[in-house]
């Protein structure tokens, strides 16, 4: 393994980095900063193609709708919009070579950094994806029983997809990336209780089955999900993609989570990123290692990527990036 492998190992479990690893997604673009993690999306693309390429059904046969700008696009009409369909529903074949076929070369490219699959919608994503996000609001008061069927064939799919993983590439795999979107503005979309009853025991399910093929766990959630998090480090997740610190309240956020899990954060891309005052960037930038990380690691820096979807000039988010890597012996200088 070289030093980007190491890098980012060390931030993840608290063993001392020697500066701050670096999360890029055009490293051709931005050579002059660190790429240390080999992210591969590859197992999340569906057989029709990829959902933000065009208005198709996925594999779970939820209906994407493009947009003019590109970006991930939404569902625009669910499989499972009446219960009735669901005895006849079934789920796509999680073991289906097309999902993995073409991911030996890409780790190959790797290159001995650190490995992160992509496996995007992870529980509570794929649920409202199926149902429709309003009627999964209401279902987990009207149809518990429902939901705790689909929910469960959800990670039946996401056990077998794992398995399957290990199988073919075992430890040339670092840590798997998963998502579920989890807060407005204000708060998390559920209360801790239904998030407790419904998710909890199903994530931890799915973390012990990630960790036992020694992989880290890397989520992303989006929203002001302060109240969950507590939940979610003791679940399992090693590393929480966060990005919009200027929600959760930054400095105390970092206060009371950092050392506890590590994070993979840039600056905020709602507020600070799209306004482009670069004083500003490089000001959260700093914020960000000082109070988000300690002198033992729990911080990644991480290049959002799709920054014109956001509104964002790329001299921003350049100016990000130098400001971290200007900071990415911080701690090693400050003790």
Same mark, same amino acid.
Not at 127 to 146: C, S, V
């Given at each position: 393994?070289?030093?980007?492998?190491?890098?980012?190992?060390?931030?993840?479990?608290?063993?001392?980095?020697?500066?701050?690893?670096?999360?890029?997604?055009?490293?051709?673009?931005?050579?002059?900063?660190?790429?240390?993690?080999?992210?591969?999306?590859?197992?999340?693309?569906?057989?029709?193609?990829?959902?933000?390429?065009?208005?198709?059904?996925?594999?779970?046969?939820?209906?994407?709708?493009?947009?003019?700008?590109?970006?991930?696009?939404?569902?625009?009409?669910?499989?499972?919009?009446?219960?009735?369909?669901?005895?006849?529903?079934?789920?796509?074949?999680?073991?289906?070579?097309?999902?993995?076929?073409?991911?030996?070369?890409?780790?190959?490219?790797?290159?001995?950094?650190?490995?992160?699959?992509?496996?995007?919608?992870?529980?509570?994503?794929?649920?409202?994806?199926?149902?429709?996000?309003?009627?999964?609001?209401?279902?987990?008061?009207?149809?518990?029983?429902?939901?705790?069927?689909?929910?469960?064939?959800?990670?039946?799919?996401?056990?077998?997809?794992?398995?399957?993983?290990?199988?073919?590439?075992?430890?040339?795999?670092?840590?798997? &990336?998963?998502?579920?979107? *989890?807060?407005?503005?204000?708060?998390?979309?559920? $209360?801790?209780?239904?998030?407790? =009853?419904? @998710? %909890?025991?199903?994530?931890?399910?799915?973390?012990?089955?990630?960790?036992?093929?020694?992989?880290?766990?890397?989520?992303?959630?989006?929203?002001?999900?302060?109240?969950?998090?507590?939940?979610?480090?003791?679940?399992?997740?090693?590393?929480?993609?966060?990005?919009?610190?200027?929600?959760?309240?930054?400095?105390?956020?970092?206060?009371?989570?950092?050392?506890?899990?590590?994070?993979?954060?840039?600056?905020?891309?709602?507020?600070?990123?799209?306004?482009?005052?670069?004083?500003?960037?490089?000001?959260?930038?700093?914020?960000?290692?000082?109070?988000?990380?300690?002198?033992?690691?729990?911080?990644?820096? &991480?290049?959002?990527?799709? *920054?014109?979807?956001?509104?964002?000039?790329?001299? $921003?988010?350049?100016?990000?990036? =130098?400001? @971290? %890597?200007?900071?990415?012996?911080?701690?090693?200088?400050?003790?």
């Amino acid at each position: 393994m070289n030093d980007s492998y190491e890098q980012v190992r060390r931030a993840i479990e608290f063993d001392r980095p020697e500066r701050l690893p670096f999360w890029q997604h055009w490293r051709s673009k931005r050579p002059e900063f660190p790429d240390d993690i080999h992210n591969i999306w590859e197992m999340d693309r569906a057989e029709a193609g990829w959902f933000f390429d065009r208005a198709a059904p996925d594999d779970w046969g939820c209906l994407w709708g493009a947009t003019e700008v590109r970006n991930m696009g939404q569902v625009v009409a669910c499989p499972l919009e009446s219960w009735d369909a669901l005895d006849r529903y079934r789920p796509p074949n999680p073991r289906n070579p097309f999902y993995y076929e073409r991911l030996g070369p890409l780790i190959d490219d790797a290159r001995g950094r650190y490995v992160a699959v992509t496996a995007h919608n992870l529980l509570f994503a794929r649920l409202h994806k199926l149902r429709g996000f309003a009627a999964t609001m209401e279902d987990f008061y009207l149809e518990p029983k429902r939901v705790e069927r689909l929910l469960d064939m959800i990670v039946e799919f996401k056990l077998a997809q794992c398995d399957e993983l290990h199988r073919r590439f075992g430890d040339r795999v670092h840590g798997l &990336f998963v998502a579920d979107d *989890w807060g407005t503005q204000a708060g998390p979309f559920i $209360s801790p209780k239904l998030f407790g =009853d419904f @998710f %909890a025991p199903r994530y931890r399910t799915i973390f012990e089955a990630i960790h036992a093929r020694g992989w880290h766990v890397m989520l992303h959630s989006c929203g002001r999900i302060n109240a969950l998090v507590p939940s979610l480090v003791e679940l399992g997740v090693d590393v929480l993609n966060m990005q919009q610190p200027r929600s959760y309240g930054l400095v105390e956020f970092g206060e009371q989570f950092r050392g506890k899990v590590c994070f993979l954060a840039t600056v905020d891309i709602q507020t600070t990123m799209p306004r482009g005052i670069e004083g500003e960037i490089r000001e959260e930038a700093r914020l960000l290692v000082r109070h988000w990380g300690t002198p033992d690691g729990g911080l990644i820096a &991480f290049d959002y990527g799709e *920054w014109e979807s956001a509104g964002v000039r790329s001299e $921003s988010a350049r100016a990000m990036l =130098d400001e @971290f %890597a200007r900071q990415s012996r911080f701690w090693q200088t400050a003790s």
